[in-house]
Each structure stands twice: as C-alpha cells, then as structure tokens.
C-alpha cells in the first residue's frame, strides 16, 4: 500500500539531492532564496536601511569621490544625495570602471594608484552583484579577450522585466578573481546608452535645454558717470565676435539669448565699417562722428572707429600655426568635431608653400597628430583632419601645454606664431581651473605666441573660459554656429583672423565738462581699464588684426541738459573745487581721445591723440551709414539685455536705422542682420 508524498516534501528532497550532487548549484539557489525571501512589491519598510547605501558610508563616499575625479557617467539618479541599493551601487560602480579602463588605455599614469586599489576592493566587496548584471549573451562572449563594450539596458513596461546591465572589464585584479573574466566584445556592435536599473536612465547627449550646462559671465552694463566727478574714460579695445553669431544660434533656434550672452560691443564689430584706411605708417586710422542717440533724442552718439590696415597676401609674414583640437566626449555632436574638421579644412585650403601647420588633440590625455607640415602638403593635412575622433574626458590644460610646446619647435622669428584651439569650453581634466590656463597662456604669448579661440556647440559651452583665454592670448575669439560663419572667420577674414598688426591697444577719453553733463561706454563691459592703466605699457590691452575695423560708442548727455536719466549723486567736496572747466582752451571740443598701442613685435607703445569737436546738429544733418547701422546693432543689444539705459529702444527703430545703414553689402551679412531682428520680434509676438 502506498502513500502519497506531499509536493512541498517533495520539494524539500529535491533541494537535498542537489546539494549532493551539484553543490555550486545548491549555493546558488541558498543565495537566490535569500535575495528573494521578501516580495519586491512587499517590502518591509524596516528592511531598508538594512539593504541601502546611505551618502554617508565610507563606500558611498569613496565611489562618489571617483565619479566626480574621473567624470563617470552615472546610470543612477540622485547618487550622492539619496541612499541607494547594493544593485545601483554596482550600477554606478560598473560605469566607473569602465570609465577608468578608457582613460588607463590612453595614458596608464591617469588613474593613481590609489584610486586603482579603490577600485579593486570596491569590485571586490560588490563581486555578487556585479555578476547579476551579466546576460546570459555576455557569458558567450567573455569567451573573446576583447575590450569591454557598452550595451543599452532596456525596461519594458507593459511587462515590467529589465535585462542586466553589462560589466565592465575588470581594473587590473589579480588573476582568479570572480570578476576576472567578465569581459564582452566591443568590436561588432553599436554604442549605446547605459541604462540604471530599475528604470533609471543616465544623462543622454546634450541635445536640448534639459541638460543644459552653458555658462556666461554675468555683464552689468555701464553706467552714466558725471564728467565732474569722473572725466576719464579708459577701457581696452575688442575684435572678438563670437556673441553675435552665438545670439544668431539661440534666435534661429527659436529662443531669445540670456542676457549675460548679449555682450553689445561684440555685435557691432561682428560687423565691418566704411573707415578710412591709414595714410601714414601708422597701423590704423580714427574716424569720429557724432549725432542725436536714437532712442532718446535728447543725448548724443558719439562713434569712434579704428580701421586697421589691410595687408596683401604676398606682403604676409609666413604662419607657424598649431590646431588645438578638442576630442572628447562632449564634442561627438554634428555641430560640434564634424563641424570643427570642415571649418579647418577652409583654412587648410588657403594656406601658401611657406606656412606650417602642426595638429594636436586633447581627450583623456593630449597627443600630436602631425609635425609641421608645410602648407604644400595639403593632402597630408587634410587626411590628419580626417582621422579626428571624439571621445574621452577633457585634459584641455595639458593639451595647452602640448600646443605651444610644438608651436615653441617651429618658431618663426619674423612669422605669425599661432595656436588655434578649437573646443566648446568643457575642460574637466589636468589643469582647469580658469586662474591656472590664463597665467599659462600669458606666459606664452609674452614669448611670442597667440592664441585664437574657436568655440562649438550648444547644451555645455562655456563661454565665459573661452573668452578669457582669447583676451588673455592676445587673440580673437570667435563662434562657429554654421559652416557658413567658418568661411567669414576662416576664409574672409583670414588675415584679421591670424595676422596681429597692432597688440596692446588701449583707449582713453578726456571729456570736457563744459560740453558734457555726462557719459556712459556701450559694451566693453569686461574691458574697462584703471586710468592709471593707459600708460602702463606692462597692462594686457586688446589687439587689433589686419584689416580689422574697431567700433566704439558713448552716449553722452549735453551739459544743460535735463534729461530723464537718473545721474550718480555725490556730495559737495570740501577740499576739491567743482565746477571749474577750461572752456576758453578746449574751444569746441566735446573730448579728447587718446590711444596706446605698441606693434607687434615691441614693448613701448606709441600715443595717438586726436578731439571730437561739438559740432551744432542741424535739422539737415544726416549721419553716416557707418553710424545709423552702428547704432541700429548697438539698440537691437539693449533690447536683447532689455537696458536700463535703452530709453525708446524698439525693434522697430532697430529696423528703420538698420535699413538706412544697410549700404552696400557685399558679404550679405547686414542683410542678415536684419532678417535676424524679425525673427526676434517675432518670438516676443509669440510669448
């Protein structure tokens, strides 16, 4: 007679019976029960703690430290504010490993060897839970010693079941380690994007504002100054353009600029004016002209423009030039590296026999791509272009040093030595600190050397960094949005571009009191100078290039005048008399401009002196082309940074005085300018 055998008895001998004859198995499903003894849409709230990481555990820290050293990308939200489980914790750990083994491919002295043995024991103390985020397809594969890839984790909600992240490729761990031969095949697949468990998604690309990390030093505009108090007015001069074509990106885009991106003076020059080219040997003329301030008629414009002297291109000194290219990760954008390689292959095209081009990158380390090559071999050059590959952190420090290292090699006593560094701004490796790069960078150009800034891209541009490294190299800074802005800055203008003909040029305004109640610079913002400063021949001033043309506007109030502007009030100076003027030795001056520059290759600097005279404005009196879109540019800036001092600036009268400053317009560009402020005011219908 038999007895039936309940199942769960059966069951019980079945796990027996396995222990016996597979015991790895046995261990395995001991383990399995115990990860499993809780329902996961059951979980004892007391449980947590016991099964979380808090911020706080040396672990936590340690791996926190390690993202943030090595600029790991992390699958899992809020880690380093929230507790997290051991699985994410083996998430993030993963990445960082990963992470690591890139950068120790590109240079082993990256990782320290502390960070190294963090590492180790960190895959050592998570071995388990690194395992459970193998596939099954991933143990065929660590049969291929092959380097490690990166493959999309996936979560299907209507089921609710996720796959396992990859591992990553062990970080040196002694042979016989349990995580020792987890490694998968890179070779034949596509990147994709890491995906945390449960759900969570890393950062993915930069494409929009969500992630949007641009940075913009913050501009206040100038103020008025009463002549009484403050007659002087210093400030060095700016051929940089890069804020007008990065104003044109946001407003194609279909957004308005922030504010701190709209730097007015940089919009004027953006632009080339109708001056005079210089009859003596000095390096450029000044032209000056004064009119009624648009938006408030009761001040006056006064414009002061520098035009530099054009060169031919047989008359140019030979180049040393240096491409500084950045190719990490955040320049694996089409906008970004494809954009860089087609804006210097315009350059490329328009070297000469005598010209040598050197090319360096930066990533996880920096490297030469090519020695000097003469500008003959532009095959060679343009293969080298070709080749260029983004990924990898950002070492824009050491790949500084690199450039001007090379630079140094090929030097050209009487030739343009220039470095040309080409990058959204993102340095997040070596040395970064803005303080560091700057005195690097003078140090550089006072042995001869500039430096021309290129920036690219959107969703991480630092603008800001860029900027100062151009000021500080005696340089020009420029944004490339389109190809079509490569072939101005690159092309067009080339020899304002690359050749300096003046360094070092400061300007100076005395204004007589009693012509002028008070006086406020448009733009420079970030250019102003002590008075003291103008002669100081060892103060960094700005430079002005070949054929380049200077733009610069005050708006003055007239003595007598009473206008709608509050002025700074101080009180009365005892020991100080006010109010005294030289009106009979000025005559009819309105101010006195002075300017300092030195050539290229000198350290005294030369003086211009010339006066603005206060000619009387006549009903008839119409203002120069030169002036009107000058101006138009200038109001269209104080609308975009919605001034204080903008008065009855409008879009319309931005419109009107640009089209009666259009001129000829030869380039286009003035035409575009326009087209621009439509589709600006359009976007202010549309809020």
Known sequence: MSYP?????????????????????????????????????QTPASSTPKTSILPNHPDYQALQALVQQYSCVVPVQNFGTLPVTRTEF????????????????????????????????????FAPELATLKSPIDELEARSPITPTTRERTQTESTQKTQPLPTALPLNIPSGSSVQDQVVNRANMPKLQTRGSIGRVAPEPQTDNRFNTENYNRIEDNPFHRVSNDPLSTFSIDVDTASYSNVRRFITQGELPPKDAVRIEELINYFTYNYPQPKSERPFSVTTEVAAAPWNPQHKLVQVGLQGKRLESETLPPSNLVFLIDVSGSMDDPNKLPLVQQSLKLLVNKLRPEDRVSLVVYAGNAGLVLPATPGSQKSTILAAIDRLEAGGSTAGGQGIELAYKIAKQSFLKSGNNRVILATDGDFNVGVSSDGDLTRLIEQKRDQGIFLTVLGFGTGNYKDGKMEQLADKGNGNYAYIDTLLEAKKVLVNDLRGTLFTIAKDVKIQVEFNPAKVQAYRLIGYENRLLQNQDFNDDKKDAGDIGAGHSVTALYEIIPTGTKSDVKLPEIDPLRYQRSGETVSDAAGNELMQVKLRYKLPQDSTSQLITQTIQDNDLRTDQIPSTNLRFAAAVATFGMVLRDSEYKGDASYDLVMKLATQGKGEDQEGYRGEFIRLVEQSRGLITRK
């Open 90 to 125: 083996a998430t993030v750990l993963n990445a960082c490993v990963n992470r690591s083994n890139e950068l120790i491919a590109t240079d082993p002295k990256i990782v320290t060897p502390a960070d190294m043995k963090i590492l180790q024991r960190l895959q050592s103390e």
């Open 5 to 41: 055998i309940p199942s769960k008895m059966w069951q019980r001998v079945s796990i027996v019976i396995l222990f016996l004859l597979i015991p790895s198995v046995g261990i395995a499903i001991l383990r399995q029960s115990a990860t499993v003894a809780v329902p996961a849409n």
